[in-house]
């Protein structure tokens, strides 16, 4: 399993570090892939492990990339976070740990949530 500390968070920017590691959250309507419409599969940008799919991708007008569904189970983890005085459900890369955003009971059918994800802890592969 890949962690933080090891080599592979070298190609990450300072502010893809921030989101991945310190926790950060970047501007709405700020990210790269907020208004992306090709078809792919978007994955960890700092392990490459496949998160989410483009046609589970929604626009939820948050200001982030938004998916009703992960692209598979076991590539995400969420953990109950308390932060800001609130719960919420963080998103992480199940692989090496990077944080991705939250997880809301809002979202559309079929399975009603909405994965808020940072454009910066993403990249995108075309199929």
């Given at each position: 399993m ?8 070298d190609?990450l920017?300072?502010e893809?570090y ?5 926790k950060?959250?970047e501007?709405?309507g ?5 208004h992306?419409?090709v078809?792919g599969?978007y994955?960890?940008?700092n ?10 991708k929604?626009?939820?007008?948050t200001g ?6 992960a ?15 609130m719960h919420?459900?963080?998103?992480q890369?199940?692989?090496c ?9 809002d ?5 009603g949530?909405?994965y808020?994800i940072?454009s910066?802890?993403l990249?995108f592969?075309?199929m």
């Open positions: 890949t962690t933080h500390t090891d080599k592979a968070t190609k920017t300072p893809q921030n989101i991945c590691f310190l950060g959250t501007p709405p700020s990210g790269k892939w907020l992306n419409k078809n599969v994955v960890c940008v392990c490459g492990q496949e998160l989410f799919k483009s046609d589970t929604f626009d939820s007008d982030w990339p938004s998916f009703w569904d692209a598979n189970d076991t590539n995400v983890k969420t953990i109950d976070n308390y932060e800001l005085g919420r459900l963080e998103v890369c199940s692989n740990g990077a944080h991705l955003g939250h997880v809301f009971g979202g559309p059918k079929p399975t949530k909405r808020c940072n910066l802890a990249d592969r075309k």
